[in-house]
């Protein structure tokens, strides 16, 4: 059975959130980049997954039992700052918070069975991220 119990489009409650809904609707967002998707589960547990037209997707998550945020990176893309629209608010990001389209799959695809950040993947703390690549 699976963690998730709740997810949301631009705050819009999806019905039969099964693992091949999701995939269908994040399909959708990867192709239009636009959306706000949240799998939602137990103990506060959020994954977050929002697409920038021009980077990449932006995910955040709050794993099961865990008290800090962080973000799905890929270090190969370095952490030069860019600046993009995301969730309709310009800001200054590092490049490496925007990941490619498998990598958001596979780590929304694990938080949605086990409401875990997947190990494999690279995932930062955002502050120490943002310090590093100096924007405050």
């Known amino acids: 059975m699976p963690f998730v ?20 609707v994040l399909g959708n967002v990867f192709s239009n980049r636009r959306g ?18 021009e980077y990449g997707c932006y995910v955040s998550a709050f794993g099961k039992n865990e008290l800090a945020e962080y973000l799905l990176t890929d ?14 608010c310009s800001d200054t990001f590092p490049r490496c918070v925007f990941v490619d389209d498998s990598l958001v799959i596979r780590a929304a695809r694990e938080f ?4 875990f950040r997947d190990n494999e993947l690279y995932w930062a703390n955002p502050f120490e991220l943002y310090a590093e690549a100096g924007i405050k």
């Open 112 to 115: 949605f069975n086990t409401g």
């Open 75 to 88: 270090p190969i893309l370095g952490m030069s700052p860019v600046e993009t629209v995301l969730a309709g």
């Open 5 to 24: 119990k709740d997810v949301t489009l631009d705050g819009a409650k999806i019905v039969d959130p099964t693992w091949e809904r999701i995939a269908e």
């Open 36 to 53: 706000f998707l949240q799998l939602l589960g137990e103990r506060e547990a959020i994954l977050t997954i929002c697409p920038s037209e």
